[in-house]
């Protein structure tokens, strides 16, 4: 239908709707999509039937039908009765009032029927529904023109014209999808007034017709603008919906897309760890095997080639797994203190080769036995403090464990991973864990980003929380926490040594984390510490010590007479520092009885003058960083010459070689190498 024809060639009307004819179809002519629908017009600006939408707005326009029908039967009453007709025209008043109230049924019960007859067919129900509004809608309006010429203009033609202005205001808002219908009972409810009050050639009735005229002018203007608003806004939450759809849709293929990658990532990945595997083995076989000095040169490139290159593999498995949501914890009971020892004695020789101290502080409540995934846990540990010991140039790394108790049975394990590194600017940190993501583009430093991508993965998988506080130029600390169960059973702790009682021990040149860990070891076994750093020998400790350890001038000897005394072997330059306190300490009056400790590292142990100072002196031994409990207590308690408690043997199988041939094996693997 053509937009001039339903608009009825208005072109002011149609200037008006054009504005939301170009939201509607933007810039096109709204009307184009306008379609007879079920003998009606209707509009649907994509050409296509809605008949949810139309089937809303019938129900709507039913439920809004109901209060119109009972405002014709109250207006009616009121003037047929109190108003006084039924005095003047008895029989009239009875045949109006029959009509009225004989249509007003009929269209109940039409609107009762609504679910029923608009089921089995909605353009039967529509066209009814429209031609009893219509039929209500002409003899409403022949009765106010009969008010008109029978009274005049009463109280009873004003209560009558009330009740049509009202009616024509809801219509044009409940059927605002049907523009046609919406003109058909404006033009039904005002013209036949308009004429009639035309035709009395009368000022007032003249002034009153042109004011209605304008009145009608307005809603058929608005009417058009709310078709076209309706029609518009119904446009927009299709293409809404489709869009939805459409992105619905979209995103199940990224999905499926993704699974497929990561079913793939995951099976090639396994199949790479197998030839891996293989070449270790043999560059394992290798190794044992006589080499020339440049063949084990490239042995070894070649081994720490294979296992880097291993580690990548897992750190891709382990984050296809977390990013599929496929990854498996094993649950169990573990000590955390064991889980933390194992790290730091992977990684101490790592750090020391570096010239960095890896020391680890534990709370003395942490429990012993504990529930949760420690292959996981160590996994986390390991990616953190590598990533400490890879971006720190001096200084130390230090990991330390702490654990609250929320509620009796559950634990809160907390770990802090500080380094003296050179820090994050606020916007690397909201980056950090981001997959392939490096701490600095440094391509002297090895990675691919994925190590704290994995973490933060892990952590989350086991309910936990992971996060760094970093500061530039003052070094990072990377942290997370994990929920534990804590088992009703626990093992004892080590406890302390009759003979550790009131004893007191010197601890020299030692960094802040190796100092915490020997205070808060030392003190559950009931040892009293002093701290003193490697410039201090015995001398200044004699003349200055006593102040800086808590102890004044006027106090006797034996508050300054330690029981053992420990020294750290820094790296660089100033290693052999601490043989020389070492020396002095022993040709010292005051110093001399007492045991000395000192503390190296792997490679330092071995040096010629660390051999060679231990060879000639002996009241020194020597332990090996990093420190650990167990260690420490077997270390202090040897340096007093006290003997430990040997654990009780463990039955072991004889030896026996077979000298008899015949014997089968079965080797159950799938790879030829193996």
């Given at each position: ?9 208005d072109s002011k009307?149609q200037?008006?709707?054009e504005?939301?004819?170009r ?10 999509g306008?379609?007879?629908e079920?003998?009606?017009v209707?509009?649907n ?8 939408v139309?089937?809303?707005i ?7 039908s109901?209060v119109?029908i ?5 207006v009616a ?8 007709f039924y005095e003047?025209s008895p029989?009239?008043?009875?045949v ?16 009762l ?13 529509r ?5 009893l509004s219509?039929?209500?809608?002409a003899?409403w309006?022949a ?15 004003f209560?009558?014209w ?9 219509t044009i808002?409940h059927?605002a999808?049907y ?6 009972l404006?033009?039904?409810?005002l ?8 035709a009395s050639?009368e ?5 009153m017709a042109m004011?209605i005229l304008?009145?009608y002018?307005?809603l058929i203007r608005h009417?058009?603008?709310?078709f ?11 293409q809404?919906?489709k869009k939805?759809?459409d992105?619905?849709?979209a995103?199940t293929?990224e999905?499926?897309?993704?699974v497929?990658?990561?079913?793939f990532?995951?099976t090639?990945t396994h199949?790479i760890?197998?030839?891996m595997?293989?070449?270790l083995?043999?560059?394992?076989m290798?190794e044992d ?5 440049p063949q084990r040169?490239y ?9 880097s290159l291993?580690d ?11 990013s599929?949501?496929?990854?498996f914890?094993?649950i169990?009971?573990?000590?955390v203190?064991?889980v933390?020892?194992?790290?730091v ?7 020391h ?11 003395p409540h942490?429990p012993?036995r504990v529930k ?8 986390i540990?390991?990616n953190?403090?590598?990533n400490a010991?890879k971006?720190s140039?001096?200084?130390?790394v230090?990991i330390?464990?702490f654990m609250?108790f929320?509620?009796?049975g559950?634990?809160?394990l907390r770990v802090?991973v500080?380094?003296d590194g ?12 981001e997959?392939?993501?490096r701490?600095?583009e440094?391509n ?5 980003g994925?190590g704290l991508?994995?973490s ?9 929380e992971i996060?760094v ?16 169960k ?9 406890g ?5 009682e009131?004893?007191r021990?010197?601890l020299?040149?030692?960094t802040?984390?190796m100092?915490?860990f ?7 076994w009931?040892?009293?510490m002093d701290?003193i750093?490697?410039?201090m020998g015995?001398l ?10 808590g102890?004044d ?5 034996a508050?300054a ?8 072997m820094?790296f660089?330059t100033k290693?052999?520092?601490c ?6 300490f022993s ?8 045991p000395?400790?000192?503390?190296t ?7 010629v003058e660390?051999?060679?100072y231990?060879?000639k ?5 020597f332990?090996t960083?990093?420190?650990f409990?167990?260690?420490l207590y077997e270390?202090?308690?040897?340096a007093w010459n ?5 654990p009780a ?8 070689q077979?000298t008899?041939t015949g ?5 159950v ?6």
């Open positions: 239908m053509d937009s001039s024809i339903l608009l009825g060639g009307i200037r008006t709707f504005p939301a004819s939201v509607l179809c933007d810039g096109n002519d709204a009307l184009s306008l379609n007879k079920d003998g009606m209707t509009a600006p994509m050409g296509a039937k809605n008949r949810k139309l089937k809303l019938d129900h709507d326009a039913m439920k809004a109901m119109e009972l405002g014709y039967i109250v009453a009121w003037i047929l009765s109190p108003g006084g003047r029989v009239v008043a009875i109006i009032g029959a009509i009225i109230i004989l249509t007003a049924l009929v269209r109940i019960s039409l609107n029927m609504f679910d029923t007859m608009y089921g089995g067919g909605p353009l039967r129900w066209r009814l529904f429209f031609f219509c039929f209500q809608a003899g309006s009765f106010s023109v009969f008010l008109f010429y029978y009274e005049g203009l009463s109280i009873n033609l209560s009558a009330l009740l049509t202005l009202g009616i024509c205001s809801a808002i059927t999808a523009l046609y219908i919406n003109r058909i404006v033009s039904l409810f013209l036949p007034t308009v004429l009639a009050l035309v050639l000022p007032t009735n003249l002034f004011g304008v009145f002018m307005f009417a058009a603008y709310l076209a608003t309706f029609w518009a806004h119904e446009n927009n939450q299709r809404l919906r939805i759809i992105l619905e849709k995103h293929k999905d499926e897309s993704v497929v990658k990561q079913q990532l995951q090639i199949e760890r197998t030839p595997n293989n070449i083995g043999m560059l394992s290798l095997s006589e080499l020339s000095i040169e042995q070894s490139v070649a081994t720490s080639a294979s296992e291993l990548l593999i897992d750190d891709i498995l382990d984050f296809s797994k977390i599929s949501g496929t990854i914890l094993e169990h009971f573990f000590n203190r064991h933390i020892r194992e790290c004695e992977m990684l101490g020789p790592v750090a080769e570096k010239g960095l101290e890896l020391s680890y502080v534990c709370e942490i012993l949760g995934d420690s292959k996981r846990l160590k996994q540990l390991v953190l403090v590598s010991i971006y140039l001096e200084g130390e230090i330390e464990v609250t929320p509620e009796p559950q634990g809160i802090h500080r380094d050179p820090g994050l600017a606020l916007d690397r940190q909201e980056q950090v864990f997959a392939f993501n701490l600095e440094n002297d430093i090895n990675g691919t994925l991508a994995v933060r993965g892990l952590v989350g998988s086991m309910g936990g996060g506080y970093s500061r530039e130029g003052r070094g990072s600390t990377f942290w997370f926490t994990l929920p534990m804590i088992s009703t059973q626990q093992k004892e702790s080590l302390a040594h009759p003979s550790m009131g004893k021990v010197l020299v040149g030692a802040k984390g100092a915490r020997f205070q808060v070891e030392l003190k559950e009931g040892i009293e701290v750093a490697d410039d015995p200044e400790l004699d003349e200055q010590g006593l102040q800086q350890n102890l001038e006027g106090d006797t000897p508050l007479t330690y029981a053992l005394i420990i020294f750290n820094k660089g290693s052999m520092r043989l020389t306190l070492s020396e002095q040709g010292h009056e005051r110093y001399h009885d007492a000395q400790i000192i503390l590292s792997l490679a330092q142990r071995g040096m660390t051999v060679e231990g060879s002196s002996q009241n020194v031994s332990q960083k990093p420190v409990r167990k260690s270390g202090i308690l040897s006290i003997e430990l408690e040997k043997s463990v039955a072991k199988f004889p030896e026996k077979l008899e014997y089968a094996i079965l080797l693997e799938d790879n030829n190498v193996n």
